[in-house]
């Protein structure tokens, strides 16, 4: 699909929640955990995705997807479940890997198979896997692991 890759700017923001809300349940669901889900309005995390250097795919002026970096750290990647399987995350990586020093650590939880697949397609590796208990208002056990790009 050709999208283009540009820096986030704030025109963006109801679609850049929409596009996370959506991404997020969808992520959310294949790990058991929809009973957790906040809207990216509420959740509080919103402050550090917006400290990100954020790069969106768009495509006539409709936001795609995302991706969120800090110093060596893919922090956020999400894609319309849409608009998935059509190349966006591959752009997406692309830009991370370029605009990133090494090492790049992420997070992904561990039966994510798909986000981890594209995650090694670049040269991650995981390097620790921790299961643990969301939160004490959520006492439900999962598992993450933390993948490397050295």
């Not at 109801?14 to 997020?24: E, G, I, K, N």
């Not at 969106?56 to 970096?69: I, N, Q, R, S």
């Not at 999400?78 to 991370?96: C, F, S």
Request: hydrophobic fraction near 40%; include cysteine; glycine fraction near 6%.
């Amino acid at each position: 699909m050709d999208v283009e890759i540009k820096k986030y700017d704030k025109q963006y923001f109801d679609q850049l929640c929409s596009v996370m809300d959506r991404a997020r349940m969808q992520e959310l669901k294949s790990a058991g955990l929809e009973q957790v889900f906040l809207s990216l309005r509420d959740a509080p995390y919103l402050g550090y995705l917006l400290d990100c250097e954020i790069y969106v795919a768009a495509k006539e002026g409709k936001l795609l997807g995302f991706v969120g970096l800090r110093a060596h750290e893919l922090s956020f990647i999400y894609v319309d479940p849409d608009y998935q399987k059509q190349g966006i995350g591959n752009e997406l990586m692309r830009v991370a890997v370029s605009h990133l020093e090494k090492p790049v650590k992420l997070d992904v939880f561990t039966d994510n198979i798909a986000a981890k697949s594209l995650y090694q397609k670049y040269g991650f590796k995981t390097v620790k896997t921790v299961t643990e208990k969301w939160s004490d208002d959520y006492p439900v056990d999962f598992s993450q692991d933390t993948m490397e790009l050295k």
